[in-house]
């Protein structure tokens, strides 16, 4: 029988990645999804009309539509949070609510309906920060230090806890920086391939010497489908991509890609609480369920960039807030004002 997914977040980047692959897969997908700033269903269009494929707008932290929504699933995928560490900065209090209050709501429902599966989509960020040497593994301290990291190792904390308390039957996934086709241009690698075409600043933090670990987006999707098929209940799986890279490095990269000019970075005030490196060890995940990336970063980096400069039309409209006036005419109404850049 065909599996049927609750997605959550699914409009948003990696969540419109991993709903593609699912559907080519062969599994029946429910995209529950609030769309804010950052849900974009153009991301989604050529799909929307899929006979497997059903989207529900609506929050995870209410009840009503999160009960509606996971009627029939076989599954839950949550992908759906505040994603942007500098946004949880200025307003600590939505990430609390979605990520930590929307989490517990749908492993409240999925344990009333005893729901086979709940995969929680988490970062690497709930670790903290590492110097130069060592790498995170899944018995690493806790240690996050933004509200972004801190709410989503809350939520981490609730899975860890339905699945003692009550049986649940969770997976947690923790995935070093994304990359790749869909990413909103507030991030690091769309912003800085973006302000390079339009001949912009280039907006580096601090001294440019943190360090991040970068996964292609469809790398980390396949690797979420495994960890659904394969994945023991109630534990945790770390998924990195094994590309360590300063933020310099990287910026400096991408202008050589784009062929901008050095002349465009610019050094601005560090981040409060920035963390130092990132770095994965993804041992358990390789070893235990024969996870294996497909994309080295120098070649993903590359087509990125060439995806970008072909959707042109796409990240203008994203950064002008002009994908907007779309739910306007669909639904009416707009999603938060937030998406301004
Ligand atoms: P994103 O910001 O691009 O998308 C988030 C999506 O969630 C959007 O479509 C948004 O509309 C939706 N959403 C937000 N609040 C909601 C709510 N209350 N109810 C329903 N939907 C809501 O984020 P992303 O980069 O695709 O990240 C997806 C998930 O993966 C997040 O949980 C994030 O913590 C995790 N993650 C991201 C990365 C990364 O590098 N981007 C790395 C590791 C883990
Ligand atoms: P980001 O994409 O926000 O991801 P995260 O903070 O979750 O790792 O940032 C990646 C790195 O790039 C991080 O060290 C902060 C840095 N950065 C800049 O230097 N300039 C920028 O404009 C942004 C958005 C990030």
């Given at each position: 029988?065909?599996?049927?997914l609750?997605?959550?977040?699914g409009?948003?980047?990696?969540g419109?990645n991993f709903?593609?692959?699912a ?6 997908v429910v ?9 974009n ?9 899929h006979?497997?494929y059903t989207f ?12 509606q929504a996971?009627?029939?699933a076989?599954?839950?995928v ?14 600590p209090?939505?990430?609390?609510r979605?990520n ?14 005893k729901l ?7 970062t ?7 110097g130069?040497t ?7 301290a806790?240690?996050?230090n ?15 806890a339905?699945?003692?308390?009550y049986?649940l ?14 990413q909103?241009?507030?991030k690091l ?18 001294d440019?010497k943190n ?12 690797a979420l489908?495994?960890?659904?098929d394969k994945?023991?209940?109630g534990?945790?799986?770390n998924i ?17 890609i784009?062929?901008a ?5 610019r ?20 070893d235990e ?5 497909t ?7 590359a ?8 959707h ?9 807030g002009a ?6 005419k669909m639904?009416?109404e ?8």
């Amino acid at each position: 029988m065909t599996q049927k997914l609750l997605v959550t977040g699914g409009a948003g980047f990696i969540g419109a990645n991993f709903i593609r692959l699912a559907l080519q897969e062969g599994r029946a997908v429910v995209n529950l999804d609030a769309l804010t700033y950052a849900g974009n269903l153009e991301n989604l269009e050529d799909v929307a009309k899929h006979p497997d494929y059903t989207f529900i707008k609506g929050d995870i932290a209410e009840r009503e539509v999160v009960t509606q929504a996971m009627e029939g699933a076989d599954a839950v995928v949550n992908f759906a949070a505040e994603s942007h560490v500098d946004r949880s900065i200025d307003n600590p209090d939505i990430f609390l609510r979605t990520n930590v209050m929307g989490t517990q709501v749908l492993l409240d429902e999925a344990r009333h309906r005893k729901l086979g599966r709940f995969l929680q989509v988490s970062t690497d960020e709930v670790y903290g920060s590492l110097g130069e040497t060592g790498k995170f593994r899944e018995d690493s301290a806790l240690a996050p230090n933004s509200p972004y990291s801190a709410s989503k190792t809350g939520a981490d904390l609730l899975v860890r806890a339905y699945h003692k308390t009550y049986g649940l039957a969770t997976l947690t996934t923790r995935c070093s920086n994304n990359y790749g086709p869909l990413q909103f241009p507030e991030k690091l690698i769309p912003l800085m391939v973006t302000n390079a075409v339009e001949g912009k600043e280039l907006p580096v933090y601090g001294d440019g010497k943190n360090v991040r670990d970068w996964i292609h987006v469809e790398d980390h999707c396949r690797a979420l489908l495994l960890v659904l098929d394969k994945g023991r209940d109630g534990e945790i799986y770390n998924i990195g991509g094994a590309a360590e890279w300063q933020n310099i490095d990287l910026v400096r990269a991408i202008i050589r890609i784009v062929g901008a000019s050095e002349e465009q970075i610019r050094f601005v005030k560090d981040r409060p609480g920035h963390d130092r490196r990132y770095a994965i060890d993804s041992s358990k995940i390789e070893d235990e369920l024969g996870f294996q990336r497909t994309y080295d970063f120098e070649t993903g980096l590359a087509q990125t960039v060439a995806w970008y400069r072909e959707h042109q039309t796409w990240w203008e409209q994203v950064k002008s807030g002009a994908y907007r006036d779309y739910y306007a005419k669909m639904y009416g109404e707009r999603p938060d004002a937030g998406g301004d850049l």
